[in-house]
């Protein structure tokens, strides 16, 4: 009984050992290609993930220096403004004319475009 069983599974004679070995090593080294396929496609995807951070990095890095320059100016400006604001009575109604005048022009941009988007 035994004997039959084990030539079922091609273990019974010495060729079948070697053919059933044969095929499980081709089926390994197949898998072990596939393998290596999904390692090397998985390792160009990392190198290419580490190039893109590295190119983000040195943007930032601009994008934070140009900040700062703006920041100097803006705190400038301000530091104007400031001045100008405390010297007296005459440059108070000259920035309520000024702020007015600006309102006035955001609201008539504001009307010529609703008609343009309409038209």
Known sequence: ?????SRRNGWGNGGGAAGT?????????RLSQGLAAKVSTLKSLA?????????QNVYLDGMGDDFQGTEGLLGGTVRR???????????????????L????????AYFL??????A
Not at 47 to 55: G, S, Y
Not at 101 to 108: D, G, M
């Open 47 to 55: 190198m290419d993930i580490d190039e893109e951070t590295k190119n």
């Open 1 to 5: 009984m035994a004997d039959r069983g």
């Open 81 to 99: 403004f400031d001045t100008m604001l405390g010297t007296g009575r005459q440059n108070r109604k000259l920035m309520c004319y000024l702020i």
């Open 113 to 118: 475009v609703g008609r343009v988007t309409r």
């Open 21 to 29: 070995e044969d095929m499980l090593e081709s089926e390994n080294n």
């Open 101 to 108: 005048f600006i309102v006035l022009i955001f609201i008539l």
